[in-house]
């Protein structure tokens, strides 16, 4: 399986993966923080660095970036952009129209360029219009599920997937 992170962080869609016993034949992330990008490299050398989302693009089979460019299929999308503006602790709260939370628009945008045969967003409780607007645009309603699940963390969480999800209406 080939993957394709965005806002990679420190590869915690590595760690699911691995976890889950799910085989990663090349893993492509773009993320622009140096720490996330120094803990990715000394956990998984393998991973392939892009770059700055905005500068990557997919056409007829290439994965162009910053980086260089990469023959090759996607089958797996992930990611969650930036969650600034959604968080219940901005109090500005710019939603999709704040700087970093709409990063969103660049997830979309490289989702329809590469067709993967599976995607998965993240992202944090947030106000009902951005909620609905993702929903639309991602084309499914959202899984939502309490980080107390799986961490010390009480917090709620929204995954917008193709993966069992129920097509959207």
Same mark, same amino acid.
């Given at each position: 399986?080939? =993957?394709?992170?965005?806002?990679?962080?420190?590869?915690?869609?590595?760690?699911?993966?691995?976890?889950? #016993?799910?085989?990663?034949? +090349?893993?492509?992330?773009?993320?622009?923080?140096?720490?996330?990008?120094? =803990?990715?490299?000394?956990?998984? @050398?393998?991973?392939?660095?892009?770059?700055?989302?905005?500068?990557?693009?997919?056409?007829? #089979? =290439?994965?162009?970036?910053?980086?260089?460019?990469?023959?090759?299929?996607?089958?797996?999308?992930?990611?969650?952009? @930036?969650? $600034?503006?959604?968080?219940?602790?901005?109090?500005?709260?710019?939603?999709?129209?704040?700087? +970093?939370?709409?990063?969103?628009? $660049?997830?979309?945008?490289?989702?329809?360029?590469?067709?993967?045969?599976?995607?998965?967003?993240?992202?944090?409780?947030?106000?009902?219009?951005?909620?609905?607007?993702?929903?639309?645009?991602? #084309?499914?309603?959202?899984?939502?599920?309490?980080?107390?699940?799986?961490?010390?963390?009480?917090? $709620?969480?929204?995954?917008?997937?193709?993966?069992?999800?129920?097509?959207?209406?």
């Amino acid at each position: 399986m080939n =993957v394709l992170s965005l806002f990679d962080g420190m590869s915690c869609g590595q760690i699911a993966l691995e976890r889950a #016993g799910i085989k990663v034949d +090349k893993y492509f992330a773009s993320e622009i923080k140096k720490d996330g990008i120094k =803990v990715t490299m000394a956990n998984y @050398p393998n991973t392939i660095q892009l770059g700055d989302v905005c500068n990557v693009e997919y056409e007829n #089979g =290439v994965l162009h970036s910053d980086n260089g460019d990469f023959e090759v299929e996607i089958d797996l999308l992930i990611g969650g952009s @930036p969650c $600034q503006d959604f968080s219940i602790a901005n109090s500005e709260r710019k939603g999709l129209d704040g700087v +970093k939370s709409g990063l969103f628009y $660049q997830y979309l945008r490289l989702k329809e360029e590469v067709s993967p045969a599976y995607f998965l967003l993240e992202n944090v409780a947030m106000e009902q219009s951005s909620y609905n607007t993702i929903s639309r645009l991602m #084309g499914t309603h959202p899984v939502d599920i309490n980080s107390e699940r799986v961490s010390a963390q009480l917090r $709620q969480r929204s995954y917008w997937t193709n993966i069992g999800a129920e097509d959207f209406d």
